[in-house]
């Protein structure tokens, strides 16, 4: 497995990560069996990021990778390496009501995952999303305590803004930005990437294959299951899916032309934007996982980048990539 370093400051890591939502909620049922199984095929292949979030399932998704890594040689375990958002807030009834940044709110949330995940660090904590009642400085100085007591090794930002993150970077080391960024979302080029860069902080890339739009695999007139916030997704809806869809039929010749399949070339794309972003790829199950590393050794030379950009031109994706409730919440698009 080739690797790839986050930052100056970040670990070295697989240079994909595996994205560990969708074994836990969201995208409609999940099978325990499989997503176990994915994360052994994973570990065993080298992967070595595994990125959650402890609100993914009410701290499901944590359990199921501590039961994961408990299941895998000493050695294997040794090198994979804990990604972790926190700081959303869940109502009973699953609906999302905020986020807390609060520096003693940080250390708590730290202390659950820890005991959900067995382990004793974790190797990069961030919040998913910035409070605006808080001070990033605050958010960010409480994860810098924790790095200093061991129980955090690295402190990352999701989805957060070039100006937030220039205030986080003065006050610690930040190894990664987690943010989202594929063919059909890619915002970050303007102002974040290249500020990324300036402070020599990483990207973890999630959402490369769109949550499965531009994966090659949807299919119109595709029922989505009540508990999928796909069908809430404006990118998911009416003439906005067929729209983005066509483009992921233009992209399917030039993959077809190559030999590989849609999600390959829509995951060497990310991999072709730097050495300093590693993309997350959401598989939940061992076909899909295999599919994603074959990208790995996809190069795609001028002519196939230049093909990929007239196929899919930056700005073509119709609707927004989160709800406008979600949207507001966003830093990184204000």
């Avoid at 990324?196 to 990483?202: D, H, K, N, S, T």
């Avoid at 994966?215 to 069908?231: I, P, T, Y």
Wanted: aromatic fraction near 4%; charged fraction near 25%.
């Amino acid at each position: 497995m080739q690797t790839r370093t986050l930052g100056t400051t970040g670990p070295q890591t697989s240079v994909l990560g595996l994205g560990c939502m969708g074994m836990s909620a969201l995208y409609g049922d999940t099978d325990r069996a499989e997503s176990i199984a994915t994360l052994h095929a994973a570990l065993e292949a080298g992967v070595t990021l595994l990125d959650t979030g402890d609100f993914y399932g009410m701290g499901h998704n944590e359990l199921l990778i501590g039961e994961a890594l408990r299941g895998v040689p000493a050695a294997t375990r040794e090198k994979a390496l804990t990604s972790v958002k926190f700081g959303a807030l869940r109502t009973v009834e699953g609906a999302f009501s905020g986020y807390d940044g609060r520096p003693e709110a940080v250390k708590n949330f730290a202390a659950y995952s820890l005991q959900r995940l067995g382990t004793d660090h974790i190797d990069i904590y961030r919040i998913a999303r910035l409070d605006p009642a808080v001070p990033i400085e605050e958010t960010v100085g409480a994860i810098a305590e924790l790095v200093e007591a061991g129980h955090v090794r690295h402190i990352g930002l999701s989805e957060v803004g070039a100006d937030s993150l220039r205030r986080a970077a003065a006050v610690a080391p930040i190894s990664d930005l987690q943010i989202e960024y594929s063919l059909i979302s890619r915002g970050i080029e303007d102002e974040i990437l290249p500020t990324a860069r300036e402070l020599g902080i990483g990207i973890t890339a999630y959402g490369v294959l769109a949550r499965g739009l531009i994966s090659g695999h949807w299919q119109r007139g595709r029922a989505l299951a009540a508990n999928d916030f796909r069908g809430m997704s404006p990118r998911f809806q009416g003439e906005n899916l067929d729209h983005n869809l066509d483009l992921v039929d233009a992209l399917r010749k030039i993959a077809e032309q190559k030999g590989v399949s849609v999600a390959q070339t829509s995951i060497a794309w990310v991999l072709s934007r730097g050495e300093d972003i590693v993309p997350l790829v959401g598989a939940r199950r061992r076909d899909r996982l295999a599919e994603a590393l074959g990208a790995v050794e996809i190069t795609l030379d001028a002519d196939d980048l230049a093909a990929i950009e007239r196929a899919v031109p930056a700005g073509a994706a119709a609707g927004d990539r989160y709800p406008a409730e979600q949207m507001a919440r966003l830093d990184s698009e204000r």
